[in-house]
C-alpha cells in the first residue's frame, strides 16, 4: 500500500486516465455527426474544431485533476462551500482495480510513447538518407531522381519540400510552380508537425474514429494549401487541373509498378479538394463568441458541481480511510 | 534503411565512379574529408553485408560498386518513406499527389470536365 502523496499521484493518474479514455469515447460515439455538422464551416473553422474535437479529452483530464487536487479552488472563487483538501490521505494498494488500471494505464501509455519514440528516430533517418542523395535548388527545395510522380513535406521541425525529377519533366513551369508553392504552403504552416502532434492527441480515441479525425484534418490542410497557391495565382481551375495532372500521372505510375500501391499514402479525396477550389461559398466562419460563452458555461457548471463530482470520484478510488 | 554519413558518401561516389576499391575510395575522401583507410573498408564492408554494394576480389584488393541504381534506389526509399509515414495514421508527411483506393482514369476524366465546366462559367459571367 502507498500513502500520501505516493499514493496520491497514483490515483491522480488513474482519475486522469480514465477521464481521458472516457471522454474520448463519448467523443468517438458523437463524433460522425459533429463532422457532419462541420460541413457548413469553411476550412479554417473546420480546423478549429477538430483541434476541439482532439482537445477535449485533455481538457476532461484536466478537469479530472483539478477535482481530485483542488476542489477548494471553487470555494475561494466561487464561494461555494465546500473547501477542503483531504486528497494527501490517499491509501493506494496495489492489489486492487485501481492497481491494475494504473498498471495498465502506464503500460500502454509508455507502449505508446516508445514506438512514437522509434519511428520518428527512424523517420528521421530515411529523410536524412532521401535529402543527402538528392539535390538542392536555388529555393531550397530538394530535387529528387526519381521516376515516381509526387512532391511532399517531410520533417517535423526543419520541413523540408522533396519534388522528384519524374514532376520536373512532366510539368510545365507554371504547373511546377503551383506545386512547389502547394509545398511552400505546408512548409511555412509547419503541417508536418501539426499533422504529427494531432496524431499523438487522438491516439487516446478509438481506431475507426481517430482514422476519421485524422483523414478530415488532412484533407483539411490540403484544402488549406490549395487555396493559398490559388489565391496566389488568381485562378483556381489551374490548381485544380494541375492537381488532376499530377495525380493521373501517378495513377499512370501506379499501373506500371504495382508496389506503388503502397503510395496511396495521402488518401485525401481529390473530388473534395477540386470542388473547394472551384467552388465559390466557402462557408462560415468560427462562431468564436459563441464558442467563448459554451466553453464559460462548461466550466462554470463544472466548477459549480465541483464539490459532488469530487466525492464521487473520491468514492470511486476509494480515498476516505 | 539506415546509413551513416560516410556510407551516403562513399555510394554517392561508387555511383558517380562505378566501381573503386578501398585505397581509390580513401585517396578520394582522404583529401575532402579525411579518414583511415581502414574506416573506408569497414565502410565499405558494412554497405556490402546490407547488400547495397556488390563486391569482386581482383587480386588482394576487392573491387566495389553499387548493387542497385540511383533511380531505383532512391525510388525504393520514397516507397518506404512513404508507406511508413502512413501505416499508422501518424505522418508527417504532406504530399501533393491524392491517390484513394477508388481513384480511377473515369473519375479523374469527370474531374477535368468539371473544371472545364468551371472556366466556361467564369468566361460567360465576365463582362
Known sequence: MITGTGGLLLHLWLAVGLSVLGAALLMALIQPRLLAWLSCFNVTAKQRFLWCIALFPYGAGLYAATLVLTPALTHE??????????????????????????????????????????RRSRQHHQLQTL????????????RVESDIPNAFTLGLLNPKILISRALDRALTADELAIVYRHELAHQRARDPLRLSFFGMLISVFIPSARQ????????LIEQQADAEVASQFCDPSTVAATLVKVNRLALRYQRQAPDFSACGFCSTAIEARIQQLLGSDHGRTFP?????????????????YANSLHHSIETLLHYHP | ??????????????????????????????????????TIQSTLDRLHKKAILA???QGHAYQYRAAIEKKAFL????????QD?????????????????????????????????SRQQKKDEAP
Open chain 1, 77 to 118: 472563487f466561487l464561494r461555494v462551500d465546500h473547501g477542503h483538501l483531504h486528497s494527501l490521505q490517499g491509501h493506494f494498494h496495489w492489489f486492487s482495480w485501481q492497481g491494475a488500471g494504473v498498471l495498465l494505464l502506464s503500460t500502454v501509455a509508455g507502449w505508446k510513447l516508445l514506438t512514437m519514440l522509434w
Open chain 1, 131 to 142: 535529402l543527402a542523395f538528392s539535390e538542392v535548388d536555388a529555393t531550397g527545395c530538394y
Open chain 1, 212 to 219: 476519421e479525425l485524422y483523414a478530415t484534418l488532412e484533407l
Open chain 1, 288 to 304: 468564436i463568441p459563441t464558442f467563448l460563452l459554451s466553453t464559460f458555461a462548461l466550466v462554470a457548471v463544472g466548477m459549480y
Open chain 2, 1 to 38: 534503411m539506415q546509413l551513416g554519413e560516410l556510407e551516403k558518401l562513399v555510394l554517392n561516389y561508387l555511383w558517380e565512379h562505378g566501381t573503386a576499391d578501398a585505397k581509390q575510395v580513401h585517396d578520394h575522401f582522404k583529401k575532402t574529408r579525411g579518414g583511415s583507410l581502414n
Open chain 2, 55 to 57: 563486391r569482386e576480389k
Open chain 2, 75 to 82: 525510388g525504393e526509399l520514397i516507397r518506404t518513406v512513404t
Open chain 2, 85 to 117: 509515414f502512413s501505416s499508422d495514421h501518424n505522418h508527417v508527411l504532406a504530399a501533393f499527389v491524392s491517390l484513394s483506393a477508388d481513384l480511377d482514369e473515369a473519375h479523374l476524366d469527370r474531374l477535368e470536365a468539371l473544371i472545364k465546366v
